[in-house]
C-alpha cells in the first residue's frame, strides 16, 4: 500500500483552479519529486497534503487513512512534516530555538527536545556554530539547513520539502542535495523541484505537473530518456545527463 | 534633591502601572497584530471586581485579590472567544473596532450595575508607608513596584526559557508555520488573552487605591500605557516597561514643578514630541530588525 496516495485532487484559489485532478502515490522508503515550472501547482500540492489549502475534490490518503480536510496541526501529529517555500525560519528565535520547536508535534520533555536538537547537529555540522543566533541573521543556505532539520525534529513518516535549491549557490544546493540522500534512508521524501537535474538525482520516482496536471510519470531514467518530455520540462539537457 | 527622590518615588510607582498594562497591549499586539482598545478596561472591571468582593462582600483583601484575577483570566477566555475567535481570519480593521465595542460595553456594563459615582478601595496594607530618610515610601507604591519587578522577571523567564514561551514567540512570529510544526494557534492566542487580561487586572487591582474606583479609570490608564508603548517603540517588550516607567515619572515631575491640572498632558506632549521626533520609540529599531 502506498503512504500517500492522491486522487484526483482539485485545489481552487477563489476563481483560479490551481490543481485540476492531481493523482500520484509514494510508496514507503521512496523519494518522489515533483517537478514543473512556476505556477504549475507543485506548492499547492504539498500545502494541499500538509492541511494548508483545502481540497475542493478529490482525496488524499496517508498510510490509506483520508486526511483531506484536517487541519495542519493534525497532520504533523500524524507524522507528515513540511518544510514549506521560504524555509520561513522564525526570525527572532534562535536556531536551536527554532529546531526544537519542530518537536511541538508530539510529547516528550524539553529536556529530551534539547538533545535531540543537540543530535540534529550531526546532521547539519554546517549550523551547528549557529546554535544560539537568530534566525533573521542566517544566511540562505543556513536557513534552509535549519528548515530542514526542524521539519526532521517531528519525526515525520514523510517530509515534505518544498524548493530547497531556491535561491541557493550551487555548491550550497550540493550540500543540501546530500542531506536529502542521507534522510531518505529513514524518511519517505516527497519533494518539489524547479530544478530538475538535483531533483530527479535523488528520486526513484518523478512527476511533472504542468498547470494543474501530472503529465507524465515516471523513473528518473525513463523520463529522461523521454526526449521531447525531456527538452520541454526537464531544462532540454538529458542527453548531457545520460 | 529631598523632592526630586520623592517624586521619582511616586513616578516609578505610578509608571509600574502604565508598564503592566502596556506590556499587556505589545503581549497582545504582537500574537495577533491587532492593538486591544479594551486593555484599559481590563484594569477597569478588576478594580470594580474588587469592590464587589473586598468592599460590598467584604471578603479577606487576598481571597478576593485571588478571585478577581480568575475573574480576568475568565474574562481573557470569553474576550478571545467573542470578540477576537470569529474574526481571526479578517484584516486587522473588524477586529480593532471589535475590541472598541468590546470596551464601551464592558465600560457601560459597569456603569450600569454601579452607576457613575467612584468607589474606594483600600491598600493591601494597614501601614499607610514608612519613613525612608528623607523619603516617604507609600506602602501602596511599594507593592505595585514590587510587583513589577516579579513580573518583569516571570515575564522574561516565561518567554525566554520555557518551550511554552518559545511556542508563543514562535506564534507571533509566523502563524502559519507554527500551525505546520503543530503548535496549536489558538490556544496560544488564548494563553495570551488570558496572560494579558490579568497582567491588565492586576495593574487595575494595585493603582485602585492610589486613584478612586471609576468608569474612566480603565481609559485613562489606557492611554497612557499606549503612549508608553508608542514611546518605549511599538511592540518591543522593554520598551513598554521602560516607556511605561519613564511617562509615569515625567507626568510626576510635570505636575510637581509645572502645573497639577495639566499632569495628564505632559504625558500626550511626550508622546507628540516622540511621534515627531523619534517615531520609532527608544527600541524602534530592534522591533524593525525582527519583523
Redesign the interface.
Known amino acids: 500500500m502506498p503512504l500517500l496516495e492522491i486522487n484526483n485532487l482539485v485545489v481552487r484559489y477563489g476563481e483560479i483552479e490551481a490543481l485540476r485532478g492531481v493523482s500520484i502515490a509514494v510508496e514507503p522508503g521512496q523519494v518522489v519529486t515533483l517537478l514543473g515550472a512556476n505556477g504549475a501547482g507543485k506548492s499547492t500540492t504539498l500545502r494541499a497534503i500538509s492541511g494548508l489549502a483545502k481540497p475542493t475534490s478529490g482525496d488524499i490518503l496517508f498510510d490509506g487513512r483520508s486526511i483531506a480536510g484536517l487541519g495542519p496541526e493534525a497532520i504533523v501529529r500524524l507524522g507528515i512534516s513540511h518544510v514549506p517555500e521560504g524555509r520561513r525560519v522564525f526570525p527572532g528565535l534562535t536556531v536551536k530555538e527554532n529546531i526544537m520547536l519542530g518537536a511541538s508535534n508530539r510529547k516528550a520533555s524539553a529536556s529530551q527536545i534539547s538533545r535531540e536538537a543537540d543530535a540534529m547537529f550531526d546532521l547539519f555540522p554546517d549550523i551547528r556554530a549557529f546554535s544560539d543566533t537568530l534566525g533573521w541573521t542566517l544566511s540562505g543556505g543556513q536557513l534552509q539547513m535549519v528548515a530542514v532539520a526542524r521539519g526532521l525534529m517531528a519525526k515525520p513518516r514523510l517530509l515534505l520539502l518544498d524548493e530547497p535549491s531556491l535561491g541557493l549557490a550551487p555548491v550550497i544546493v550540493q550540500a543540501v542535495f546530500r542531506i536529502i540522500s542521507q534522510i531518505r534512508k529513514d524518511t519517505t521524501v516527497l519533494l518539489v523541484e524547479q530544478n530538475a537535474r538535483m531533483g530527479l538525482s535523488v528520486a526513484d520516482h518523478g512527476f511533472v505537473l504542468e498547470t494543474g496536471r501530472i503529465v507524465l510519470g515516471g523513473k528518473p531514467d525513463e523520463l529522461w530518456g523521454n526526449e521531447a518530455i525531456a527538452a520541454a520540462y526537464l531544462g532540454g539537457h538529458a542527453k548531457v545527463h545520460a | 534633591m529631598d523632592l526630586i527622590l520623592q517624586l521619582l518615588f511616586t513616578g516609578i510607582g505610578i509608571g509600574a502601572v502604565y508598564a503592566l498594562v502596556a506590556l499587556g497591549f505589545v503581549l497582545i499586539f504582537r500574537a495577533t497584530n491587532v492593538v486591544n482598545f479594551a486593555q484599559g478596561e481590563f484594569s477597569m472591571v478588576a478594580a470594580y471586581l474588587m469592590v464587589v468582593f473586598a468592599v460590598d462582600l467584604g471578603w479577606p483583601y487576598w481571597l478576593s485579590f485571588l478571585i478577581a484575577l480568575a475573574g480576568m483570566a475568565l474574562l481573557g477566555v470569553i474576550f478571545n472567544l467573542g470578540v477576537y475567535y470569529p474574526l481571526r481570519h479578517r484584516t486587522y480593521l473588524p477586529v480593532i473596532i471589535a475590541t472598541i465595542g468590546a470596551s464601551i460595553l464592558l465600560a457601560n456594563s459597569v456603569l450600569a450595575i454601579y452607576g457613575p459615582q467612584p468607589q474606594v478601595l483600600q491598600g493591601w496594607f494597614e501601614t499607610p508607608g514608612i519613613q525612608l530618610g528623607p523619603v516617604y515610601l507609600d506602602s501602596q507604591y511599594l507593592l505595585i513596584i514590587g510587583v513589577t519587578i516579579l513580573l518583569v522577571f516571570f515575564n522574561f523567564w516565561f518567554f525566554e526559557k520555557?518551550?511554552l514561551g518559545?511556542?508563543l514567540?514562535?506564534t507571533s512570529?509566523?502563524k502559519?508555520?507554527?500551525?505546520?510544526?503543530?503548535?496549536?494557534?489558538s490556544t496560544m492566542i488564548m494563553i495570551t488573552f488570558i496572560y494579558s487580561a490579568v497582567l491588565g487586572g492586576l495593574a487595575g487591582i494595585l493603582v485602585a487605591p492610589v486613584l478612586f474606583v471609576s468608569i474612566q479609570m480603565g481609559s485613562t490608564i489606557a492611554l497612557k500605557a499606549f503612549a508608553a508603548t508608542i514611546i518605549g517603540g511599538f511592540g518591543d517588550v522593554a520598551g513598554a516597561i521602560i516607556g511605561g516607567l519613564a511617562l509615569g515619572v515625567i507626568e510626576t515631575f510635570g505636575a510637581a514643578y509645572i502645573s497639577v491640572p495639566y499632569k495628564d498632558g505632559f504625558a500626550f506632549l511626550v508622546l507628540v514630541a516622540f511621534l515627531i521626533f523619534r517615531p520609532q520609540g527608544i527600541f524602534g529599531e530592534r522591533v524593525a530588525?525582527?519583523?
Open positions: 520555557t518551550l518559545k511556542k514567540q514562535a512570529q509566523d502559519e508555520m507554527a500551525s505546520l510544526l503543530g503548535i496549536s494557534v530588525e525582527k519583523a
